[in-house]
């Protein structure tokens, strides 16, 4: 399942600067999208979504950007934190009645210096 | 704040043992998924349940597999006779039915056949 990509396994960022995450999908079905953060030996646990008809949400230091012509979305963290260093996981949905499955991309894995 | 549970946290079984997973969704969702996750590879959707019926199931989910809702509070993933490819973290969500924000995951069981 190629649908989601995430092409950066991995980023180093200095903690107090921005961490910019990138994610592609192909399938033009989907329309919401999610990202979820992933500490060893735990769960994935919900971080921030966007749907199809918006291009931008924010909540705190997180901001997802959608670009739909493009089929790419992105993850901004101002600043970043010591604790923000963990598997970050793109996701996309098709949504409608009934349960939809998460399609993910294969994780990057941020690094916050201090 | 409630929690999806999953047990045990690790099973390690003999190639061609049955296991059972279990999970405890959120108390008020309905919707309820598994996923799994071998080393160094994608979190891969396995099944989606609702109203005590599969409502999708992936290739992975073949006959080996089963799911079972036995009482109001548990959600279980049987695998028959396990297979040396079976070793990963499986993980379980939950969604609630009307507030379709996100799926909250588990802390995912490892299984590890041998």
């Keep these: 399942?190629?649908?989601?990509?995430?092409?950066?396994?991995?980023?180093?960022?200095?903690?107090?600067?921005?961490?910019?995450?990138?994610?592609?999908?192909?399938?033009?079905?989907?329309?919401?999208?999610?990202?979820?953060?992933?500490?060893?030996?735990?769960?994935?646990?919900?971080?921030?979504?966007?749907?199809?008809?918006?291009?931008?949400?924010?909540?705190?230091?997180?901001?997802?950007?959608?670009?739909?012509?493009?089929?790419?979305?992105s993850l901004h963290i101002v600043p970043s934190q010591p604790g923000d260093s963990a598997?970050?996981?793109?996701?996309?949905?098709?949504?409608?009645?009934?349960?939809?499955?998460?399609?993910?991309?294969a994780g990057t894995t941020v690094t916050v210096r201090a | 704040e409630p929690e999806v549970t999953q047990t045990p946290s690790h099973q390690v079984t003999q190639m061609g043992q049955e296991v059972i997973l279990r999970c405890v969704p959120i108390s008020n969702h309905l919707y309820f998924y598994w996923y799994r996750q071998i080393l160094g590879q994608k979190v891969e959707f396995l099944v989606s349940f609702y109203n005590n019926?599969?409502?999708?199931?992936?290739?992975?989910?073949?006959?080996?597999?089963?799911?079972?809702?036995?009482?109001?509070?548990?959600?279980t993933l049987k695998i028959r006779s396990t297979k040396l490819e079976d070793?990963?973290?499986?993980?379980?969500?939950?969604?609630?039915?009307?507030?379709?924000?996100?799926q909250y995951f588990g802390p995912g069981t490892r299984l590890t056949v041998l």
């Design chain 1, 1 to 73: 399942d190629q649908q989601v990509k995430q092409n950066s396994p991995s980023l180093s960022v200095q903690e107090g600067r921005i961490s910019i995450l990138n994610c592609d999908y192909t399938n033009s079905m989907f329309d919401y999208f999610l990202w979820y953060k992933k500490y060893p030996a735990e769960g994935p646990t919900f971080l921030i979504s966007i749907s199809s008809i918006k291009d931008k949400n924010e909540d705190g230091r997180f901001t997802v950007f959608l670009n739909k012509s493009a089929k790419h979305l």
């Design chain 1, 87 to 105: 598997v970050y996981f793109c996701a996309a949905q098709r949504r409608g009645i009934g349960p939809y499955k998460l399609s993910f991309g």
């Design chain 2, 53 to 75: 019926e599969i409502s999708e199931k992936s290739e992975i989910f073949d006959d080996q597999f089963s799911v079972e809702r036995p009482d109001g509070s548990n959600f």
């Design chain 2, 87 to 102: 070793s990963a973290m499986y993980f379980c969500a939950s969604e609630n039915l009307q507030w379709r924000d996100t």
